[in-house]
């Protein structure tokens, strides 16, 4: 076919995509953006201010005036400040500091972009693997994956783990109070573990992953809160978790990581208690692709075509379940595993939250 055999444009929806691709365009380099006014602290310093000019917001973060002129002009194009043209004043709402500058808030999301950040500077590991089919090991990426991982993963779970998803479970609270023995394995940073530490003083607490630097970050976390003395962190791949006879296994947003789930989770289900509960975080999804085309399915797709999946992949048998596998999929797992009850115990927009019993 020729050039003058195509078929005729549709011009209106020529255009419709051409406003799409630019809004994606305008949204990318504005990922940016927040990133850098997460890392320099320029949100933090507009939060409660009210009204700032570019010079009073520099001064207060010993940034350079042109350079937050600019910034803050980009942030009130996008509608994340407001600007009154009369002083030249910028402002920071209250409801906009609880997602850009108040890490204690659970829809913070300075965490999200820095781990998307990333994932920019890893592109030419991305383009490789694409070629070759090989995996990407979980430690052989840019640092800010692990340290936005902790900051964007930490909220939601400060704000829902002991206060709901625990609740949901059947019976687990109670023992958790009594004393439990448990184990969160891919406990990364240990935001997990040091949060069911805080709440549950009576339990004990292994926190185990095969990342190095990040159980060093765990121990000083857990050092931190000042529940070391019930704390241990171990470095370990989840198919190697010591010790048996555990009441919970805890497993927050790695399972589908993970290159042989299925026999992860059988060792999981041969180190519980016979009346012991395993809890799966996993990323919400539906079962299917159709399931799946939103804004959030869209983050988890492209966060697991470069780090889920090619973790998955870079280890033995590399299933690749992927962020979006949905709970269908992850109950196939674990009956496979051997488990015999496997429930959705409860969701959010973000997360699923598995049960699932020997």
Known sequence: ???????????????????????????????????????????????????????????????????????????????????DPQADTFELSAEHALVLANEASPVFLGGAFETVASCYTDHETFARAFTTGEGIDWGAHDDRLYTGALRLFRTGYEAYLVQSWLPALDGVVDKLRSGASVADVGCGFGASTVIMARAFEHSTFLGVDNHAPSIEGARAAAREAGVERRTRFEVAPASDVPGTGYDLVTMFDCLHDMGDPVGVARRLRQSLAPDGTLLLVEPAAGDGLTDNLNPVGRMYYGLSTVICTPSSLAQEVGLGLGAQAGPRRMAEVLREAGFSTVRVATQTPFNLIIEARP
């Open 1 to 83: 076919m020729t050039m003058t055999d195509s078929p005729p444009l549709d011009e209106a929806a020529l255009e419709q995509f051409v406003h799409q691709a630019v809004g994606d365009l305008a949204a990318a380099i504005s990922g940016l953006m927040m990133h850098l006014g997460d890392r320099l602290g320029l949100y933090r310093a507009m939060a409660g201010a009210g009204p700032l000019t570019a010079a009073a917001l520099a001064e207060r973060t010993g940034t350079h005036e042109r350079y937050v002129r600019e910034w803050l002009s980009n942030q009130a194009a996008g509608g994340y400040v407001s600007f």
